[in-house]
């Protein structure tokens, strides 16, 4: 895993200022609850705003938004947290082929002995690593700082780890689209603008199909649909939040790294 190993070197100190900045913007929302969980009016408030509106924060009549349930989801696992995600994860995916051969840097890798194959599959492999660390310290800093808050009343540790990992999913979906585009193309901007062009035109579909019940079933093909169907902190895990995207994800692996082997370098 020398290829693997490199790219985590290269992206190390990147890295470790995503998780401080992730850890950071975890302890300060998780601080404000308390200022939060008594204001009734705050229940009032949601349910005369538009639907459009609702959905876009996850809101559930059935799991308050003062509950810590229903604050986290709002606040954190289906707004912030979750375009953090992908926004590194979008970038880690285009920087595993896309990136590198549109910098020069791949062909000198390739002048090693490694197969092309090798590096296809190590790099992809190093860019989901570094978004599952990003994962572990989010929910770690979760766990250690929504106790004492009183954040994490009535949320058990599956449901914890379950709302995290099926973040992570939707997250390895983008990474996965933007490393077959980047090793379909060789060129790093396409990685990037379309597979963010994806997560916000699903996130904006998700979000106001309810209003056109003629459309409503298009929502069962949309990521952000798997992720947010349900506050999986007050009520478990949806399987399709994790099958379904690490199973596209598995595909689109399959036909980035096909085309790297079949592609000329740029």
Known sequence: MIVARRMLADRRRATAWWAIG????????????????????????????????????????A????????????????????????????GAGAAAIGGLEETGRLEPLLANPVTRARVAAERYAAAIGLLTLLGVVFAVTLAASGRPAGALAGISAGHLIAAAAAMLALAVLHLSLAYAIGAATGRRG?????????????????????????????????????????????????????????????????????????????
């Not at 609850?33 to 229940?43: I, L, M, N, R, S």
């Not at 986290?72 to 926004?87: D, E, N």
């Open 190 to 266: 396409p990685s990037v603008a379309i597979p963010a062009a994806v997560a916000i035109g699903s996130y904006l579909i998700h979000s106001l199909l309810p209003m056109a019940e003629a459309l409503a079933p298009v929502r069962y093909a949309l990521p952000w649909y798997w992720y947010l169907q349900r506050n999986i902190l007050a009520q478990g895990l949806p399987p399709a939040a994790l099958i379904a995207p690490l199973a596209m994800s598995g595909v689109l692996f399959a036909i980035g790294w096909a085309a790297f082997q079949r592609r000329d370098l740029r």
């Open 63 to 90: 799991v308050p938004m003062t509950s810590p349930a229903g604050y986290l989801h709002a606040r954190l696992f289906s707004t912030v947290a979750p375009v953090l995600f992908l926004v590194f994860g979008i």
């Open 22 to 61: 992730t850890a950071a913007l975890v302890v300060f929302t998780v601080a404000l609850y308390p200022a939060v969980k008594d204001q009734a009016q705050v229940e009032d408030l949601l349910k005369t705003m538009p639907e459009a509106f609702r959905n876009m924060i996850g809101y559930d009549a």
